[in-house]
């Protein structure tokens, strides 16, 4: 059964910092982009970032660059988003993702989701 585990939400002041992890199993995933999604409340979910296979090219929402950082560690078959500066705006269910491409990144499989909330 192929899982994709996201960990690391929580509640942070804005101008705070959280680092969130997609712990991928019953397959592995490293010939495979991996992204991280986001949908806040009454909202699309909307891309956030992306990294290819070979961690050579990384893709950013132009809401997220500068200030959040995807990579990837294929040996632990795991995705890493560090979220440095949050702003309220940030809030949202955080998805992440496997499949392929860069800023049009198409999912084959999804992550349940982790909440964070940014508060002013």
């Known amino acids: 059964q192929v899982q994709l585990v996201e960990s690391g939400g929580g509640l942070v002041q804005a101008g705070g910092s959280l680092r969130l992890s997609c712990a991928a199993s019953?397959?592995?995933?490293?010939?495979?982009?991996r992204a991280w999604f986001r949908q806040a409340p009454g909202k699309e979910r909307e891309f956030v970032a992306a990294?290819?296979?070979?961690?050579?090219?990384?893709y950013y929402a132009d809401s997220v660059k500068g200030r959040f950082t995807i990579s990837r560690d294929n040996a632990k078959n795991t995705v890493y988003l560090q979220m440095n500066s949050l702003k309220p705006e940030d809030t949202a269910v955080y998805y992440c993702?496997?499949?392929?491409?860069?800023?049009?990144?198409?999912?084959?499989?999804w992550g349940q989701g982790t909440q964070v909330t940014v508060s002013s």
């Open positions: 993702a496997a499949g392929s491409g860069g800023l049009d990144f198409s999912a084959d499989y």
């Open positions: 019953g397959r592995t995933f490293s010939n495979y982009a």
């Open positions: 990294i290819r296979w070979n961690a050579y090219s990384t």
